[in-house]
């Protein structure tokens, strides 16, 4: 077991691929990071899906124009056979409804872009200003709130979420005692 272990160790074109191996490995986490990441991103996902839409939307334009073609035959008497209409309508329908769930892919990450693009708005205007983080005390920003300030921004957002919740309660509780006072 020694001895196999000294050729391996001597062996080149071993030394050789487990460099490469160890080169690729950190390069490729990153990489598989960064994939991942562009998969949830919808503005992403949406310019992936576009030429797949055009191919796709292209590829019912070809088979409609086929179909057409073939009902024109059969209709001016050129041609009687149904099996090869038959195939070719399946066809049809097989790309429209390719065409049609992309359509709805891109829909979804349209909404999800515009979901984020406002909850990024919202969040910005409930907490506009940063609090300077301790980690980087050089950085000073000039509209960065002061850790007390922050404090009592909290407590409102807070004191405002505790609000709304109570007239939640108040109001399910209203429901339900109508809900009661009709049954009875």
């Known amino acids: 077991m020694a001895s196999q272990q000294q ?12 460099a ?4 690729t490995q950190p390069q490729q986490q990153p990489q598989q990071q960064l994939s991942q990441q562009q998969d949830f991103d919808p503005v992403h996902r949406f310019k992936m899906l576009i030429p797949q839409l055009k191919e796709s939307l292209q590829n019912v334009m070809t088979i ?3 179909n057409f073609g073939h009902n024109t035959a059969i209709d001016n008497g050129q041609r ?4 090869g209409n038959d195939a070719a309508m399946q066809r049809f329908d097989k790309s429209f409804e390719e065409f049609y769930a992309l359509c709805d892919q891109l829909e979804l990450c349209l909404r999800l872009a515009h979901e984020c693009l406002s ?7 409930h907490s506009p200003n940063l609090v300077p983080t301790a980690t980087k005390p050089d950085t000073v920003q000039t509209e960065s709130l002061s850790y007390s300030q922050y404090l009592s921004m909290i407590k409102s957002q ?3 979420a505790k609000d709304i919740h109570n007239a939640l ?3 399910s509780k209203k429901i339900a005692g109508k809900g009661q006072g009709a049954c009875n």
């Open 7 to 18: 050729m391996g160790s001597n062996n080149p074109q071993l030394v050789a691929q487990a």
């Open 20 to 23: 490469i191996l160890q080169q």
């Open 64 to 66: 409609a124009s086929l």
């Open 80 to 83: 009687t056979t149904e099996k």
């Open 119 to 125: 909850q990024s708005i919202d969040s910005t205007k």
């Open 158 to 160: 807070i004191s405002c």
């Open 169 to 171: 309660l108040e109001c």
